[in-house]
């Protein structure tokens, strides 16, 4: 079955989605360097990148989608607008993006489609003739009389394969039958993914691809390494963290944070590279003088692992480091999608 992919970004959902004997033939992607990104990793796919708005780049994705029979959409629409990362502003023009989606839907009508978005979207609402409706509402409204079965729910990543919570709203959306959700797994911690890995300080380089220590100043090391594992640095008596001119700084309890080893690993974000963003420092080992180890974020291999990416993944070469961390943060963990595909209505399918 040809698939086609809207908002793709690099391609991070597809990574497992062959094992469903789907192929992403045409995807969108607005960004350039998303949209070179993707094509080193989809050698194969018609990658056509530029804005979906545009009336020219919708009527070239659509073309080409149905030109290669596609019967599997999948839309990630960008979730600013409606995320608590960002302001969460309903008149956030991004929200509106689903109208295109849905829009791209009624003319390809494909057999199946996953829509995934942060939790946010099956609370909010988008003008619509000058009324505001809430997005769940519109999309069945445009889509039932179609014949389409739509299942809109909240889900964890943390629950499905993936050491990581993550809690994504996902609409399965299947014409004929209804697209139900796969058992949950047992959680998997950050112990189990990445405890294996070698114990890194700041600038340290390991013999594992990608399994190397960002640079950090003294300051952060320091009240970093007297900071417990799965605890924050804002709550040392001592050692926490302050200006160059020693004024106390102040900040939300996730940040200079520390995760923990005996659960899922916490929301990877764009800004996991920052001590000072949400709960991206390394768990540590507490050592013979009370201090703990790993005064540092989480390296990409680290992240890799905690996102469900193979062993094999890799950026390419011309990726720098900070893009590749803002892919992961944005990316859709794609375990969760592996799984999702495992109850893909049968009797459809064959």
Known sequence: ????????????????????????????????NRAKFYKEHHKN????QGDITDENIFDK?????????????????????MSVAGKMREDDPRNSLIKFVVKFI???????????????????????????????DYINDKLMPFDYIINSTLVDTADYGTPQTRKRAIMLISKHDKWELPKKDKKITVKEAIGHLPSLESEEISDIQYHCAKKHNDRHISFLRHTPTGKTALDNEIYYPKKQD????????????????????????????SVSSQNNVHPGILKKDGTYSDARV???????????????????????????????????PPRLIDKLLTTIPKEISE
């Not at 698939?3 to 094992?19: D, H």
């Not at 480091?321 to 943060?329: C, D, S």
Request: hydrophobic residues 40%; glycine residues 6%; neutral net charge.
């Open 1 to 32: 079955m040809n698939g086609v992919s809207l908002f793709a970004n690099v391609g991070i959902a597809e990574t497992y989605i062959k094992n469903h004997n789907i192929d992403i033939v045409v995807a969108n992607e607005l960004l350039e």
């Open 45 to 48: 796919c018609n990658m056509i």
């Open 61 to 81: 994705v659509l073309e080409k989608a149905k030109k290669q029979k596609c019967d599997f959409l999948m839309a990630t629409p960008p979730c600013q607008g």
């Open 106 to 136: 009624l003319k390809l009508q494909p057999t199946y489609i996953l829509i995934e978005n942060v939790q946010g979207i099956l609370k909010t609402s988008i003008n619509i003739d000058n009324k505001n409706i809430n997005i769940v």
């Open 246 to 273: 020693g004024t106390r700084i102040k900040g939300y309890a996730t940040t200079y944070k520390r995760i923990d080893w005996d659960r899922p690993a916490p929301t990877i974000t764009m800004a996991n590279g």
């Open 298 to 332: 989480l390296s990409l291999k680290e992240i890799f692992i905690l996102t469900g990416l193979p062993d094999d993944w890799h950026p390419p070469k011309w990726a720098s480091e900070n893009l590749t961390r803002q892919v992961i943060g944005e990316g859709v």
